[in-house]
């Protein structure tokens, strides 16, 4: 070997003759160099392509339990919004009953304004539901404040029409079968075209009937047609009346609760059969009693 030549030998398996290489000095050093180098700076490579590796699966793991959440996240909005839906409809009902205004014709709906980009980076993509699902919950949550305002107006206004609920009829004052409604019939005993001021409830001799809502009884006495009939006043003009009954259990001037037996049916008077007579009237003028039976 001349002075500052080096040979390097490749020696290769099977019939192959060594192959030789010829570098000087200063190319041994530089190839010596590079393969240090390599050999150093192998562990250190190694370690950031696993630790990349690890924190992409980590990224994309999170991706996965966020994309997972946001569809929890979306179910609930979805049942959120049903149940706003239907406290909305309830609302509608409860002030068509009270006589109230719509809620919805008090004052504008103010809705809530969220993130809106006509354009998205690739970035943003991944955010885009949690902002969708963030406006729709301010949305949301500032119609169940409008709805709490508007059940504590319905509140208000049916705690002061607390007491004339109380005396308004709203249940069945007796159990049977409706035989007869309010309105134009065939008279019974007469065959002729008669107004029938109350609905009949066809049950056994004996039959309880309750008071349909609080009053004060006003009159019990004994009608040619009706037979031994009961008066009820409720208060705010309105009066309900109980004929062809068998037995009365209150008297004249007590007071009566919902729900408190007061008569039983019988077949006083003209009756084809035992049944309840049951009448309601408002400032004296009857009405069709089913308009005041909820239950």
Not at 148 to 162: A, N, Q
Not at 246 to 261: C, I, P
Request: glycine share 10%; with cysteine.
């Amino acid at each position: 070997m001349k002075k500052g030549l080096y040979t390097i030998w490749i020696f290769r398996n099977g019939a192959f003759k060594p192959y030789k290489i010829k570098l000087s000095g200063l190319s041994a050093k530089i190839l010596l160099s590079i393969f240090l180098a390599i050999i150093i700076s192998f562990p250190f490579i190694t370690f950031s392509y696993v630790s990349k590796s690890l924190k992409l699966a980590r990224i994309e793991k999170e991706r996965d339990e966020q994309g997972a959440q946001i569809v929890s996240l979306n179910k609930k909005v979805g049942e959120f919004h049903q149940l706003m839906q239907e406290l909305k409809e309830f609302d509608v009902k409860l002030r068509i009953i009270a006589n109230l205004k719509n809620a919805d014709e008090t004052g504008p709906f103010l809705g809530v304004g969220g993130l809106s980009h006509s354009y998205q980076e690739p970035w943003q993509k991944s955010e885009s539901g949690l902002q969708r699902m963030n406006v729709e919950l301010d949305r949301l949550c500032t119609e169940a404040k409008f709805r709490e305002k508007s059940f504590g107006e319905l509140y208000s206004f049916l705690e002061g029409k607390k007491r004339q609920l109380v005396c308004t009829p709203s249940v069945w004052p007796a159990r049977g079968w409706l035989t007869s409604r309010f309105g134009y019939r065939i008279d019974p005993f007469t065959g002729l075209r008669q107004f029938h001021h109350g609905i009949d409830i066809a049950n056994k001799i004996g039959t309880p009937i309750i008071a349909p809502a609080d009053g004060v009884v006003s009159r019990v006495f004994k009608d040619i047609g009706l037979g031994l009939t009961l008066d009820i006043q409720h208060g705010y003009g309105i009066a309900t009346r109980y004929g062809h009954l068998s037995k009365v259990h209150v008297k004249v001037g007590e007071k009566v609760k919902r729900g408190e037996r007061i008569a039983a049916i019988g077949n006083t008077g003209r009756s084809t059969g035992p049944h309840l007579h049951y009448e309601v009237k408002l400032d004296g003028v009857v009405l069709n009693p089913l308009r005041y039976i909820l239950n």
